[in-house]
């Protein structure tokens, strides 16, 4: 007497369900899958790699931008006293660098530091050819220039900066100014206040 495993309730056959078709389904089912993940991974993977290349030409552009249209130092820096033991004013002369498009000066912002403070220097009014108050600064003088505000190529500005606190404006104390055009690289003039002072003294 045999026995046979159709006879045998639990098997696949009794049930009427092939063992062999409801595996490959089985199998399809989890190949869509991954191919799905795979496709939904790969799709953000581009994305982030189209945005991050976006943002880095952009920086990139930015950059030169600002570098090359910034103003730049175009002669002596002075210092202008009323007193033989300190600093008043600063004169520095500036210009567009090469190449650089025309600047609206009445953009530009002026940051005085030195080791004992630092302070933002406000904006004379008015602000073009006059001498400023004391925590000012103005264009005080303007070279190849036409009646505008814009600082453009060949033209010279002289700015006039008179610093608030004049702690760091006294002999052999070092101080930096830095002037920035809005969305633009700012110049940083560093100069250090010689020993003797006279009523106009050249800072290196």
Same mark, same amino acid.
């Given at each position: 007497?045999?026995?046979s495993? #159709?006879?045998?309730?639990?098997?696949?056959?009794?049930?009427?369900l092939? *063992?062999?078709?409801?595996?490959?389904?089985?199998?399809?089912?989890?190949?869509?899958?991954f191919?799905v993940?795979? +496709? $939904?991974?790969?799709?953000?993977?581009?994305?982030?790699?189209?945005?991050?290349? *976006?943002? #880095?030409?952009?920086? $990139?552009?930015?950059?030169?931008?600002?570098?090359?249209? #910034?103003?730049?130092?175009?002669?002596?820096?002075y210092?202008?006293?009323?007193?033989? *033991?300190?600093?008043?004013?600063?004169?520095?002369?500036?210009?567009?660098t090469a190449?650089?498009?025309p600047?609206?000066?009445?953009?530009?912002?002026?940051?005085f530091?030195g080791?004992?403070?630092?302070?933002?220097?406000?904006?004379?009014?008015?602000l073009i050819?006059?001498?400023?108050?004391?925590?000012?600064? #103005? $264009?005080?003088?303007r070279?190849? +220039?036409?009646?505008?505000?814009?600082l453009?190529?060949? *033209?010279?500005?002289?700015?006039?900066?008179?610093?608030? $606190?004049?702690?760091?404006?006294?002999?052999?104390?070092?101080?930096?100014?830095?002037?920035?055009?809005?969305?633009?690289? +700012?110049?940083?003039?560093?100069?250090?206040?010689?020993?003797?002072?006279?009523?106009?003294t050249?800072?290196?």
């Amino acid at each position: 007497m045999s026995t046979s495993n #159709s006879s045998d309730p639990a098997s696949p056959e009794c049930r009427g369900l092939p *063992e062999t078709g409801f595996t490959g389904l089985e199998a399809a089912i989890v190949l869509i899958a991954f191919v799905v993940v795979a +496709a $939904v991974f790969g799709y953000v993977v581009l994305m982030a790699g189209i945005l991050f290349s *976006e943002e #880095s030409q952009s920086t $990139v552009h930015k950059g030169i931008h600002e570098a090359g249209s #910034s103003v730049t130092l175009t002669g002596t820096v002075y210092g202008v006293s009323n007193a033989r *033991e300190r600093i008043d004013f600063v004169i520095i002369p500036v210009g567009l660098t090469a190449g650089g498009e025309p600047i609206d000066i009445t953009t530009v912002s002026v940051r005085f530091i030195g080791l004992a403070h630092r302070e933002m220097i406000s904006q004379n009014v008015p602000l073009i050819d006059v001498f400023p108050g004391r925590g000012k600064w #103005s $264009v005080q003088e303007r070279f190849n +220039a036409d009646s505008d505000v814009l600082l453009e190529a060949g *033209e010279q500005y002289v700015l006039n900066i008179s610093p608030n $606190v004049r702690t760091d404006c006294k002999p052999y104390r070092s101080f930096a100014i830095e002037i920035k055009p809005a969305g633009r690289a +700012a110049l940083r003039v560093e100069r250090t206040v010689p020993g003797s002072i006279d009523r106009i003294t050249v800072l290196n």
